[in-house]
């Protein structure tokens, strides 16, 4: 056993931990949204630290392992994103302890639009 | 046809083809350069996904220093996020802020909104037009321009040296 994988191991440890509390943060957050957040950051650098431990431990792999901790930056924040939109679109409620919701008026000029294509679509039909 | 399209989405096919086989050997590399430049014709030949991109080495280096700034933003919020969850009292005061981004270009745009979901207590809900709508998690001001110094500055200097 070599000092690299030493070092491997406890790079892994540190992303199992920040896994951890990403998972603690999932259930003690009050709504929707802020879970999202505690969900995304920290499985993010939870992964890459995991990876860059396996880099450590099989320096061969190094090729794919760069491109999984690619595709996760490039992925993770995208799907939290549609998640969070989609969530405020089928008006998920905000926790109490919100105390600002600028979205609200761009959401309902948007849910008027849509009604008024609605509208229109079953005037043609 | 955009030749450049064409080169960049090229460029990266064949950089993934080489790490995913690990080798330089030529015949290998021929074949994945044959393969690249086939997809990135069947499908990048009418995209306009790369057009904005600035292939200079100005850019270049502002591509650096920003991998930089958005790893260590990236740690700055894991430490966070992770401080308000185990804190027993959960310390967070969110909502919903918007603030506004100089940036012109789709993808700028695009790698802007990616960079503050991945940041401390943002989340990016929406976009529209230079209107970014954000989840706070920890709302220090409502005032949009205040908002806009201090979530958005910080990455967009250096994507306005790289996107324009």
Redesign the interface.
């Known amino acids: 056993m070599n000092i690299l994988a030493i070092i491997g191991a406890f790079v892994t440890l540190a992303g199992s931990i920040?896994l951890l509390?990403?998972s603690?943060?999932l259930l003690?957050?009050?709504?929707c949204?802020?879970r999202?957040?505690?969900g995304?950051?920290?499985s993010?650098?939870g992964t890459i630290l995991s990876f860059a431990g396996i880099l450590l431990i099989m320096p061969?792999w190094?090729?794919?392992l760069?491109?999984l901790i690619i595709s996760v930056?490039?992925t993770?924040?995208?799907s939290?994103?549609v998640l969070?939109?989609a969530s405020?679109h089928k008006r998920v409620p905000?926790?109490k302890?919100?105390?600002?919701?600028?979205?609200q008026e761009?959401e309902e000029y948007i849910a008027v639009k849509d009604q008024h294509k609605e509208d229109q679509n079953n005037d043609q039909t | 046809m955009q030749a450049k399209n064409v080169f960049v989405s090229f460029l990266i096919g064949l950089i993934f083809w080489t790490l995913l086989n690990n080798t330089f050997d030529p015949l290998i590399l021929s074949v994945g350069a044959g393969l690249s430049l086939l997809l990135s014709l069947i499908f990048c030949a009418r995209c306009d996904v790369f057009s904005e991109l600035k292939l200079t080495p100005v850019a270049l280096l502002y591509t650096g220093i920003y991998l930089v700034v958005f790893l260590y933003e990236l740690i700055k919020s894991n430490l966070d996020v992770a401080r308000r969850v185990i804190t027993p009292s959960l310390p967070i005061n969110p909502g919903i802020v918007e603030v506004k981004t100089r940036l012109q270009s789709k993808m700028g745009r695009m790698i802007l909104a990616n960079s503050i979901t991945l940041t401390p207590g943002t989340l990016t809900i929406d976009i529209s037009g230079d209107t970014l709508y954000i989840h706070w998690i920890d709302v220090k001001t409502e005032d949009t321009q205040e908002a806009t110094e201090k979530i958005v500055r910080k990455f967009e200097k250096y994507l306005e040296k790289i996107y324009g």
């Open positions: 920040f509390l990403g603690v943060g003690r957050m009050p709504d949204y802020n999202i957040q505690a995304t950051k920290a993010t650098l061969g190094w090729g794919k760069l491109i930056i490039l993770n924040p995208v939290s994103h969070a939109r405020y905000l926790t302890a919100t105390l600002v919701d600028k979205y761009e």
